[in-house]
């Protein structure tokens, strides 16, 4: 395509079914795309910039962040590069290097990541492991109270995974916010792969700080984009300007995402709020899929049961035992898949993967459930 | 001249976004139903029309 660097045509979502869970929720609609088709050049956000992004009126960035701190149920918004970028920004904006943080086991890397650039000292709340590899909400108090025997203090944040990234696992996030409130212990939840595909108010969940992932969740690609919202009451610590730039906010370097990324999230929205009411709907259809699935013979679907969240990890010893014979060894599976039109599970994959149903048909997950109908029934 | 084949450029391209859509809802097939049939002819005729306005102006 391009006279230098040659890069291949990507028609994914065109010719495939796509089951990559980490792109599902991103999948950029009809009328978004022709938003990033005339806003693709650089800084495209700035032509009538006011001194800072969260502030520009045309494109019209302000009333839009003041529509999603409604739709969180929240008291402030700006963007960000990416939740990844949220996190950090909250944790360098109100802890200390040395200070604790607490997180669940079955965080993102990038929520421990994050904690290791802000200098904090980790402490995990354990996960029940095998085969539900369950958060807890109480655990949050006895994490927090080792945490404060060990070190002389409370944490100074802690942070849930409201769906976890391997096994689609959603913790009752109200029950971690009352923990962190009796404790006085500020609450970010991270809702990478909840907010923007469900109905989440952060007030009602009791959360300081809520961080959402526009690419992952929110149907915008075009780039990465993400969300942070706050309480009013950490605007000073959070939203704090530069004191020679008055009007930019120190932790996200003054302006984030400036450019299409935005105006797809911005473009995205209104599909957005009207997804998320159809939420039941789609955790019907994964539920749905997993009987379908586990009813193949010698396929276990882990974490939640019933489950509560599209993405999906199954345990697959049926196609692992074919990986043991097949000439391809792991990566007949992905070949086979990819011969019927299937996409999204990681090639060499077959003791377990996860996958994603999010916006998928019944009728296309159906032809999903044959077609690894019909490769157990022609390799085993 | 200038500002109408700028718009129908975007017009066209736009149009044609409408009907990748439809190929993203029916993947990997596109067995499309009667009503996605019609639905493609109208963008088709669309983007036709528009190419025809722009080619029209720059004669």
């Given at each position: 395509?391009?006279?230098?660097?040659?890069?291949?045509?990507?028609?994914?979502?065109?010719?495939?079914?796509?089951?990559?869970?980490?792109?599902?929720?991103?999948?950029?609609?009809?009328?978004?795309?022709?938003?990033?088709?005339?806003?693709?050049?650089?800084?495209?956000?700035?032509?009538?910039c006011l001194g800072t992004l969260h502030i520009v009126k045309k494109p019209p960035i302000c009333d839009f962040l003041t529509e999603v701190t409604d739709f969180l149920g929240m008291d402030r918004a700006i963007l960000t590069h990416g939740c990844r970028e949220a996190k950090f920004a909250i944790m360098h904006a109100i802890t200390e290097p040395g200070q604790v943080i607490v997180m669940d086991e079955n965080r993102h890397y990038t929520s421990y990541v994050a904690a290791e650039r802000a200098g904090l000292k980790i402490y995990e709340v354990p996960s029940t492991g095998y085969p539900e590899f369950k958060i807890r909400p109480e655990e949050y108090a006895s994490t927090i109270e080792k945490a404060k025997k060990e070190s002389g203090e409370l944490p100074a944040l802690a942070l849930l995974t409201h769906v976890d990234?391997?096994?689609?696992?959603?913790?009752?996030?109200?029950?971690?916010?009352?923990?962190?409130?009796?404790?006085?212990?500020?609450?970010?939840?991270?809702?990478?792969?909840?907010?923007?595909?469900?109905?989440?108010?952060?007030?009602?969940?009791?959360?300081?700080?809520?961080?959402?992932?526009?690419?992952?969740?929110?149907?915008?690609?075009?780039?990465?984009?993400?969300?942070?919202?706050?309480?009013?009451?950490?605007?000073?610590?959070?939203?704090?300007?530069?004191?020679?730039?008055?009007?930019?906010?120190?932790?996200?370097?003054?302006?984030?995402?400036?450019?299409?990324?935005?105006?797809?999230?911005?473009?995205?929205?209104?599909?957005?709020?009207?997804?998320?009411?159809?939420?039941?709907?789609?955790?019907?259809?994964?539920?749905?899929?997993?009987?379908?699935?586990?009813?193949?013979?010698?396929?276990?679907?882990?974490?939640?049961?019933?489950?509560?969240?599209?993405?999906?990890?199954?345990?697959?010893?049926?196609?692992?035992?074919?990986?043991?014979?097949?000439?391809?060894?792991?990566?007949?599976?992905?070949?086979?898949?990819?011969?019927?039109?299937?996409?999204?599970?990681?090639?060499?994959?077959?003791?377990?993967?996860?996958?994603?149903?999010?916006?998928?048909?019944?009728?296309?997950?159906?032809?999903?459930?044959?077609?690894?109908?019909?490769?157990?029934?022609?390799?085993? | 001249?200038?500002?109408?084949?700028?718009?129908?450029?975007?017009?066209?391209?736009?149009?044609?976004?409408?009907?990748?859509?439809?190929?993203?809802?029916?993947?990997?097939?596109?067995?499309?139903?009667?009503?996605?049939?019609?639905?493609?002819?109208?963008?088709?005729?669309?983007?036709?029309?528009?190419?025809?306005?722009?080619?029209?102006?720059?004669?």
């Amino acid at each position: 395509m391009s006279k230098g660097i040659r890069l291949e045509l990507r028609a994914r979502e065109e010719l495939f079914i796509n089951l990559e869970p980490l792109q599902r929720g991103g999948i950029v609609p009809a009328e978004s795309r022709k938003i990033a088709i005339s806003y693709i050049d650089g800084y495209s956000t700035c032509d009538y910039c006011l001194g800072t992004l969260h502030i520009v009126k045309k494109p019209p960035i302000c009333d839009f962040l003041t529509e999603v701190t409604d739709f969180l149920g929240m008291d402030r918004a700006i963007l960000t590069h990416g939740c990844r970028e949220a996190k950090f920004a909250i944790m360098h904006a109100i802890t200390e290097p040395g200070q604790v943080i607490v997180m669940d086991e079955n965080r993102h890397y990038t929520s421990y990541v994050a904690a290791e650039r802000a200098g904090l000292k980790i402490y995990e709340v354990p996960s029940t492991g095998y085969p539900e590899f369950k958060i807890r909400p109480e655990e949050y108090a006895s994490t927090i109270e080792k945490a404060k025997k060990e070190s002389g203090e409370l944490p100074a944040l802690a942070l849930l995974t409201h769906v976890d990234w391997t096994h689609g696992n959603l913790v009752d996030a109200e029950k971690v916010g009352k923990i962190c409130q009796e404790y006085n212990v500020p609450f970010l939840l991270n809702t990478a792969y909840s907010s923007g595909r469900m109905p989440i108010n952060g007030k009602r969940l009791l959360a300081d700080f809520i961080t959402c992932s526009g690419h992952k969740s929110w149907a915008a690609g075009a780039g990465v984009v993400g969300i942070l919202a706050i309480r009013d009451e950490w605007k000073d610590k959070v939203l704090k300007a530069s004191q020679r730039y008055k009007v930019k906010p120190i932790e996200i370097l003054g302006c984030s995402a400036r450019g299409t990324s935005a105006l797809v999230l911005m473009a995205s929205f209104p599909y957005v709020k009207e997804r998320v009411t159809h939420w039941d709907e789609e955790v019907e259809k994964a539920r749905w899929f997993s009987g379908q699935m586990e009813s193949l013979g010698e396929i276990r679907q882990l974490g939640d049961k019933p489950h509560n969240h599209d993405l999906i990890r199954f345990e697959t010893p049926i196609l692992d035992k074919i990986a043991q014979k097949h000439k391809r060894r792991g990566y007949f599976l992905y070949e086979e898949l990819l011969k019927r039109n299937i996409v999204g599970i990681k090639a060499g994959k077959t003791k377990s993967f996860d996958l994603s149903t999010y916006g998928l048909s019944k009728e296309q997950l159906g032809y999903v459930i044959d077609s690894f109908k019909d490769i157990i029934n022609k390799l085993s | 001249m200038t500002t109408k084949i700028v718009e129908k450029t975007f017009e066209a391209l736009f149009a044609l976004e409408d009907l990748r859509e439809i190929w993203r809802k029916t993947a990997p097939f596109h067995n499309l139903t009667k009503e996605q049939k019609e639905e493609a002819r109208a963008i088709l005729n669309n983007v036709r029309k528009t190419l025809d306005e722009i080619e029209g102006e720059i004669k």
